[in-house]
């Protein structure tokens, strides 16, 4: 079975600074993908970045990067430069290669504060 | 910019009474998904569509919910009869390659009173 951890439940961070959220999963497959998802209050989650596990390099996707250690089952969420509009619950989510069904973690509510 | 479409919004039910929801995917998009969001929590998937056919429904509770895709564009997911523990977003989501992610709904917040 595959489980995401999501160990910080609450975080704030001033606007234009920069802050990681941590994502922890456990699964014995070799193959799959790591995803970040952005919810914000009230509206539809939105793809934030993906990134394969089979790519060592880290994903990047403008302000957003992620730091990928596949040994440690570790895929922690870099925002930099924080914005107002950044102010949403995260959820970090696996899937494996050969299926198309999202695990879930149970999310980090992130607020920007001006 | 092309969204996944979900109706209603918000509904407050009865115990008891029935209750469906319904989702538009993205044109092209043979892939749907329903997910249930109990607040606090991540979503969990409850089935997945490719086209018309159920592809796993294995977490679906079929003593009471049921979901359809008959002509392999719009789906509904029905609730009869609903109970309290219900009380959650129902999320619709669609893709072409999932690997590369979903397009989610805006969801449907039930209330079971």
């Known amino acids: 079975a595959q489980t995401v951890t999501q160990s910080q439940p609450e975080m704030s961070v001033q606007e234009a600074e920069t802050v990681t959220l941590s994502c922890t999963y456990d699964?014995?497959?070799?193959?799959?993908?790591l995803f970040w998802y952005k919810q914000p209050p009230s509206r539809q989650m939105i793809l934030v970045i993906r990134?394969?596990?089979?790519?060592?390099q880290n994903a990047t996707e403008n302000r957003f990067s992620v730091n990928f250690q596949k040994a440690a089952k570790s895929f922690s969420l870099k925002i930099s430069d924080s914005q107002l509009g950044d102010t949403a619950m995260y959820f970090c989510?696996?899937?494996?290669?050969?299926?198309?069904?999202?695990?879930f973690g149970t999310g980090t509510s992130l607020t920007v504060i001006p | 910019e092309a969204e996944v479409a979900q109706s209603p919004r918000y509904k407050i039910t009865e115990k008891s009474q029935a209750v469906a929801f319904w989702c538009d995917p993205i044109?092209?998009?043979?892939?749907l998904y329903w997910y249930r969001q109990i607040l606090g929590q991540g979503p969990e998937l409850l089935v997945q569509?490719?086209?018309?056919?159920?592809?796993?429904d294995s977490q679906l509770p079929k003593d009471r919910f049921s979901a359809e895709r008959l002509k392999g564009v719009d789906s509904t997911l029905k609730i009869q009869p609903a109970e309290l523990g219900d009380s959650a977003m129902y999320l619709c989501?669609?893709?072409?390659?999932?690997?590369?992610?979903?397009?989610f709904g805006s969801g449907t917040r039930l209330t079971v009173v």
């Open positions: 989501a669609s893709s072409f390659e999932p690997n590369y992610g979903y397009t």
């Open positions: 569509f490719q086209d018309e056919s159920v592809v796993d």
């Open positions: 990134q394969e596990a089979y790519k060592q």
């Open positions: 699964t014995s497959e070799n193959n799959y993908y």
């Open positions: 044109s092209g998009h043979a892939t």
């Open positions: 989510a696996f899937m494996k290669h050969t299926g198309n069904q999202f695990y």
